[in-house]
């Protein structure tokens, strides 16, 4: 029997099971894997075990692995072997145990590790608990999928590895060295990631770029000491001056980047996904309107979700230089400094866009100043392309189990480890995630909606066979 | 005997009474006259008390008036009144008999208030002590040419009321409110100060105009919270660009400051000043290289000797926003912050200009975005007439001096009780002093040449007799 041939079974023991798979949720969810205060440190040692358990039983060779932090558990359910001849990808999935800390603790309305079902005033269904969403509800949707499918086929759809870390919330920062030492054992044909939103709660939606990052910081001397700018002013170079003529210069009068060259690499959209983004209605007033804003301030003749997502960006993130206190002091200081930070898409390449960068400031600093640079991250973007046939299959199985197209979005910040993934791996990543704009993540309060984890996982389970094809 | 028909005596007699002089300027400089040190609340009230005694002695009306900090030492030689038919003006001398802190006290080779004469290797006499120069020795150098007179014709040669005060060097903070207090009494028609420098050891000078100053605040606002810029960036506007934006466009290309009428009221400077001030041969290199520059960053086409002194001038003093401390943050923040002053010169309206610039900004900030602003300073700039009789007279009698033309030179910086005689009293200062750019004002090790000190009083009996006519 085929994935496909079984799906139906698979469904229909997804939705009779759902009390069960919702027990087992709360299981987890009752552990305090609080990542970043050590005192938890046993908690999350303990979630840890009991996720391998978990995937022990599924028939998942599975194995604790310690780091430098908390445990890495992994499960593998083949031999990693590509199968012969077949058109199924081998899976890497990956998700975390940890959650984030539950204070200020008197905002929650029920105790965050006392996880239960609430029902709202318009009919929804919500678990509360901290990490119903981020991720333990998340990652328990792709779970309790295979589980599914090996209840009914008595086996796994495709050649599954899993990989759930512990410091997801504390910045992974065991993560990256861990990959590149099991690089072999974790590369895989494609890495699925239930860690993201939908569109909203209709809209599936899959993330199919991540922005990339060059932060740079300028560091501009001009006077070798602070002057009077009664006895100096007008003769000597201010460094504010410099650096805002500088910064004034990143921009065309149309929104776009001046530094020459910069964009290089950047696609534009194929024709139906511009579509399909600008069938969301995302405005500007929608967007920027909680934020007390209204206009959108990037390139024009760009959607706003074009400009928050899919395309470049450069943008100061810090400024200081003289005089900053109260009142006045007539100073022309001799040092000033700026952050910036450009967002990169596509195939944007970071060395070529830092050079490109310093080169343009250089260019504009007078010949009797010196200017110094710092360089915090240089990251590509990440992308899937679109004709990447894991994509549609997993488009196709989103639309049916919802009734609406699903939806490729780009994200407009960066999820260090899909890039680690691609460069360290050479695997691309689909990240498929059913969490709502008001999970309250990383807040009191957090919750899942009942709707999206039951969905959440009929979806991986739709995904599954489809890529099992 | 008119003062003129007198002089020949009374630099003969100066230069016999100099060891005298001297002695009575050491009688002073022993006293710690310390202004911002509460401590030495006694040695002010003293000095004030040996200045007024002092000129009782040269048939000065003498008061020490009390006001909320140090006392003001005022001497009358007249009743006030115009002198009938007579082209004399009558002067109002002020000076200050207070002194900086001595720190860091194990600078001073010798201590700061045990004035000595010290020869140099160069064979040039100098007067070493806390306030040798600033400002008791260069209020001697008045003083002292009054007593010549004074012992020569038996009375002064003009009306002169004296004003010396103890709190310049904290402010003059209860200066302004004597002087309005006390208008009707100090009101003269012409004020002379002695409390600047030479252009150089050889070269003397008269500072003829003083920049004034408007320093405003810009606090810019544009969303309501600080933003991450992975999710906002591309859409949400940044302020530090917005300020970068207006600081860029405050310069044109030339260096000149681009707000609409910003050069209303400044002046061209005559062709024969424009020539002395030529002559005197400041270059970029001499002005800059001592604090590390080399590049005139003012006006294009203008001598830097003017971009500091007789030109108006725009700087940012200090700018702040977003993130500035270590490492990287992506932020785009809420709010920005600038300071920005500008110098004035000759009858450009601080009023005018404030708004002007109001205008300026306020132009340039979208308008989903917020702009306040606050004002420090706001004060007119102040200039003499460069067909002032009384400044013809004083030149020449300069001139005569020191066998060399003096310059007249504008001061790029505010002495903001010189404005208050103008504005409050109606009068012009001509401000003439016999400091040298290595007298270390302030600084341990003060010191006055012997010299200046000795042709200081020999230029005030001339410039007394030129001014008695």
């Given at each position: 029997m085929t994935a496909t041939d079984a799906l139906p079974k698979v469904l229909e023991r997804i939705d009779r099971d759902l009390q069960a798979s919702l027990d087992r949720l709360f299981a987890l969810l009752r552990i305090q894997s609080v990542s970043t205060d050590p005192a938890y440190a046993p908690q999350c040692q303990k979630a840890a075990e009991h996720v391998a358990v978990d995937l022990q039983s599924l028939g998942f060779d599975t194995s604790v692995r310690p780091t430098a932090g908390h445990p890495v558990v992994i499960g593998k359910s083949?031999?990693?072997?590509?199968?012969?001849?077949?058109?199924a990808p081998r899976v890497l999935f990956y998700g975390h145990y940890d959650v984030q800390p539950?204070?200020?603790?008197?905002?929650?309305?029920?105790?965050?590790?006392?996880p239960r079902i609430k029902t709202l005033d318009d009919g929804r269904k919500i678990i509360v608990a901290r990490g119903a969403c981020d991720d333990k509800g998340q990652a328990m949707t792709f779970i309790e999928a295979c589980r599914a499918f090996k209840a009914v086929t008595g086996t796994l759809p495709l050649d599954i590895t899993m990989m759930i870390e512990g410091e997801e919330e504390c910045g992974s920062k065991n993560l990256f060295g861990f990959v590149r030492d099991n690089a072999a054992e974790l590369k895989r044909d494609l890495a699925l990631v239930c860690d993201t939103g939908m569109w909203d709660a209709e809209t599936p939606s899959i993330t199919t770029s991540l922005r990339g990052l060059v932060y740079e910081e300028i560091r501009l001397t001009c006077a070798d000491r602070d002057l009077h700018s009664g006895l100096f002013g007008g003769a000597a170079r201010n460094p504010i001056h410099v650096l805002a003529d500088i910064i004034s210069a990143l921009h065309t009068p149309d929104g776009s980047v001046a530094i020459p060259n910069f964009y290089d690499g950047v696609h534009e959209l194929p024709d139906d996904i511009k579509a399909d983004l600008a069938g969301l209605g995302l405005t500007p007033e929608k967007f920027l309107q909680p934020v007390g804003l209204k206009i959108?301030?990037?390139?024009?003749?760009?959607m706003l979700i074009e400009q928050i997502s899919t395309r470049p960006t450069a943008e100061v993130n810090g400024i200081i230089g003289g005089y900053t206190g109260e009142g006045a002091k007539t100073v022309i200081p001799g040092k000033a400094m700026a952050k910036v930070s450009f967002r990169l898409v596509g195939a944007q390449d970071p060395e070529k866009i830092r050079n490109g960068f310093r080169d343009f400031v250089r260019a504009r600093v007078p010949a009797d100043c010196t200017v110094e640079f710092g360089n915090f991250t240089s990251a590509p973007a990440f992308e899937v392309a679109f004709d990447s046939p894991a994509l549609s299959r997993a488009r196709a199985a989103l639309g049916e189990e919802w009734g609406k197209k699903a939806v490729t979005v780009g994200a407009g910040g960066s999820i260090p480890i899909v890039g680690d993934f691609k460069t360290v791996l050479g695997m691309d990543t689909l990240m498929v995630g059913f969490a709502l704009?008001?999970?309250r993540v990383h807040s009191p309060n957090e919750k899942y909606d009942l709707k999206c984890f039951h969905k959440g996982i009929r979806s991986w389970a739709r995904i599954l066979a489809a890529l099992a094809g």
């Open positions: 083949g031999n990693g072997k590509a199968a012969p001849g077949g058109n539950v204070d200020p603790l008197d905002l929650w309305q029920t105790p965050p590790f006392e959108p301030a990037g390139e024009k003749g760009r704009d008001d999970d």
